[in-house]
């Protein structure tokens, strides 16, 4: 399924499909295990919301992940989700005032999220650098490095994020029509 995906992408993206092919290879992303590259792929999947490349790499995922580790990802995505807009938005605004207040936001998952605590980080930090919280990019990165992780696998986390991504917003762009169909619309 995910191959075929893949072979969906248009032409102008083949730089994509390449990457793809890259990024989701162990040798492809350094430091991570096989596990953790279907998690992270999975979790930007997720936070990218293309429902094709959510399931292709789902169905790869189901092949290597248990079923808590799936949730865990899920969770990654989703806790991530509400954090990066609650986090960027007082980190951003300029009365300072918003950083002192308590969140008040339930994020008990963090602490049981199914997912090993790096492998849930890594997640967590690829589906933060999509949304663009910098804030949480920063803290998930000082959680890694503080649990040994080499700023070579979180160099690996965010490629892969970035690569699914920007397969997310082919397949999206593809499924508009071709260029031939916008310019008629236009």
């Known amino acids: 399924m995910l ?10 993206a083949k730089d994509i499909r390449t990457n793809l092919d890259a990024v989701l290879s162990e040798a492809g992303a350094p430091g991570l295990s096989g596990k953790q590259i279907l998690a992270i792929a999975l979790a930007s999947a997720i936070a990218s919301r293309e429902t094709r490349l959510i399931a292709a790499l789902g169905s790869e995922a189901v092949r290597v992940l248990s079923a808590e580790e799936l949730r865990g990802t899920r969770a990654a995505a989703t806790i991530m989700a509400m954090n990066n807009i609650y986090y ?3 980190h951003l605004v300029s009365d300072p005032a918003y950083q002192q207040m308590p969140a008040r936001l339930r994020m008990t998952v963090i602490a049981n999220p199914g997912l090993d605590k790096t492998s849930f980080e890594l997640c967590s930090i690829a589906v933060s650098a999509i949304n663009g ?5 920063d803290s998930h990165e000082k959680v890694l490095r503080q649990h040994g992780v080499t ?15 920007a397969a997310a917003v082919s397949l999206v762009a593809a499924s508009a029509g071709s260029e031939e169909t916008l310019a008629q619309a236009a």
């Open 88 to 90: 960027r938005y007082t």
């Open 151 to 165: 700023p070579e696998a979180i160099h690996s986390a965010v490629r892969i994020a970035a690569v699914i991504h």
């Open 3 to 12: 191959q075929e995906l893949r072979n969906a992408l248009p032409d102008y």
């Open 133 to 137: 919280c910098g804030m949480c990019m």
